[in-house]
């Protein structure tokens, strides 16, 4: 069985260039790699975000996709909540999905 990577922070922090290298890296050196890419927050996040987003102290641009700031002591909270949220996904595309296939 393989394994799993999952790249996950804020955006414009590089997550895609990371990825983007490390799978050339990888190719290079004769390993078979599959990118699974998410737009931004997922579900939970999402909901979160878009709730947030009502308030004015929480509009900022931390998130382009919903134009809120996060207070920085709940920085790592929203990086739990992004992480968590896009589980489901991985689990999707790289466990369930490929027994069937």
């Not at 997922?42 to 919903?66: I, Q, T």
Request: some cysteine; charged content about 25%.
């Amino acid at each position: 069985m393989g394994k799993i990577l999952v790249l996950s922070g804020p955006d414009g922090a590089g997550k895609s260039t990371i990825m983007k290298l490390l799978k050339t890296y990888l190719h290079r050196r004769g390993l078979r790699v599959r990118t699974c890419w998410m737009r931004g927050s997922h579900l939970a996040a999402w909901v979160l975000g878009k709730f947030l987003s009502k308030f004015e102290k929480f509009r900022g641009g931390d998130n382009p996709y919903f134009r809120i700031r996060i207070p920085r002591n709940l920085r790592k909270l929203w990086q739990i909540l992004e992480t968590v949220s896009g589980l489901p996904r991985v689990l999707v595309n790289y466990v369930f999905i490929p027994k069937f296939r």
